[in-house]
């Protein structure tokens, strides 16, 4: 029988989304414009807009570090899945090209994230440009 590995807990973030974010509790989407609360089911904090799943370049190495210098859009290009099962948004910036990875949360799109899961089988390319650029 195969052992399920254990879930790791969800680290508490203090996270600053930008000037006056802090008070409004939410931030501007890069993709669709759409006002998107920091606040997300199923994860520690909010990283992508559940609409278009859209992101900012903002982190480096760790979650909520907001030490990138690029700023950039981050377009999601497809899903991948932990070995516990959890679907993470594999994102990649227009500007510089650097790839991430953001987990999904409870209220992300359903439609947007099928369209992202059956894109590699509609497009071969697709797959192949991310499978190269990894």
């Known amino acids: 029988m195969k052992r399920r590995a254990a879930r790791r807990p969800q680290r508490a973030k203090d996270v600053l989304h930008g000037q006056g974010s802090r008070s409004t509790g939410e931030f501007r989407c890069v993709g669709c414009r759409l006002a998107v609360p920091l ?4 994860t ?12 900012r370049h903002v982190d480096r190495r760790i979650p909520g570090d907001r030490a990138a210098a690029c700023g ?8 991948t899945a932990r070995a516990d099962g ?3 948004l594999v994102h990649q910036c227009r500007s510089c090209g650097a790839l991430g ?5 409870g209220d992300d799109n359903a439609l947007a994230l099928v369209r992202l ?9 697709v797959a192949r440009r991310v499978l190269l650029t990894l």
């Open 86 to 88: 959890e679907w993470l």
């Open 101 to 105: 990875t953001n987990r999904i949360a």
């Open 44 to 55: 520690g904090h909010r990283n992508h807009c559940p609409n278009c799943l859209a992101s």
């Open 72 to 79: 950039g859009r981050m377009e999601a290009v497809g899903l």
């Open 117 to 125: 899961a059956m894109r590699p089988l509609a497009d071969a390319a």
């Open 39 to 42: 606040r997300a089911p199923g």
